[in-house]
């Protein structure tokens, strides 16, 4: 990696850290469970700037000189977790489980979604870290 982008994916992670952590310190728990919609939108940020805090680390951890093109075999995996993740999800709410009375029940699905978008953001970093090195 060159010289000046390093400060550049330096700052990305660390304000994707910190604005994944206030969005689901501060605004998640504000709307959970009496504004769905809300809810939906501010977890959909947080999840794209978790993404991104993967996808920064990465860019970040790659070495790409050293190693073979990397293949995209964790973004495959981490696209199955957010998938079947969703659909639990969907399953339960379609039986009917509460969410207020059974919060660990949908903490596995939950945590399923978060394995799946940190594989895809630092499957796609370190392929783009690669390409980069390629045509530089």
């Known amino acids: 990696m060159t010289g000046d982008r390093r400060p550049l994916l330096v700052l990305l992670l660390a304000s994707a850290l910190l604005a994944t952590l206030m969005i689901h310190l501060r605004f998640v728990p504000r709307y959970v469970p009496d504004d769905v919609l809300l809810t939906m939108l501010t977890v959909g940020a947080g999840w794209v700037t978790y993404t991104l805090a993967f996808y920064a680390l990465g860019r970040l951890t790659a070495a790409p000189q050293h190693q073979e093109f990397p293949d995209m075999r964790f973004a495959d995996i981490g696209i199955a977790f957010l998938l079947v993740s969703m659909l639990l999800l ?12 059974l919060l660990g ?14 594989c895809i953001g630092w499957s796609i970093g370190r392929r783009t870290e690669a390409i980069n090195e390629i045509v530089t």
């Open 105 to 118: 029940v949908y903490a596995v699905p939950a945590l399923g979604i978060y394995a799946g978008l940190a």
């Open 90 to 101: 969907l399953a339960f709410d379609a039986f009917g489980l509460p969410f207020d009375g």
